[in-house]
């Protein structure tokens, strides 16, 4: 498969977003309600009430697998294309602080 043939990185972030990172409780954005934010180079997800921080890695590789598991072939530069995908729709500007 040739990198004209896959998937655009755009739609495959909303798909995996929509399918591990969407809740009711969760702010909507991008069309959906999305537990996952990325502030100040970090990823945290909505989980009961507040935002925990995710563990380094843990989104890549959870993508990684969605990806896989979906049929994708799996390459580090579509990988990093989608997350730049995920950081654009889930980005709290980093001049915010927590609780404003």
């Known amino acids: 498969m ?3 043939d896959r998937p655009d990185p755009a739609a495959v972030a909303h798909d995996f977003l929509v399918e591990h990172y969407s809740e009711g409780e969760a702010v909507a954005i991008g069309g959906i309600k999305c537990a996952l934010r990325w ?3 970090e990823y ?4 009961r009430g ?3 921080r995710l ?3 843990e989104l ?3 993508l990684t697998g ?3 598991d979906s049929g994708v ?3 580090t530069h579509f990988v990093n294309s989608v997350l730049l995908c995920i950081n654009a729709v889930c980005m709290i500007e980093g001049r915010v602080e927590p609780g404003s």
């Open 60 to 62: 890549k590789a959870t």
């Open 2 to 4: 040739s990198e004209s």
């Open 44 to 47: 945290f997800a909505y989980d």
């Open 73 to 75: 072939r799996v390459s």
């Open 39 to 41: 502030w100040r180079g």
């Open 50 to 52: 507040y935002y925990r």
């Open 55 to 57: 563990p380094d890695g």
């Open 66 to 68: 969605y990806l896989r």
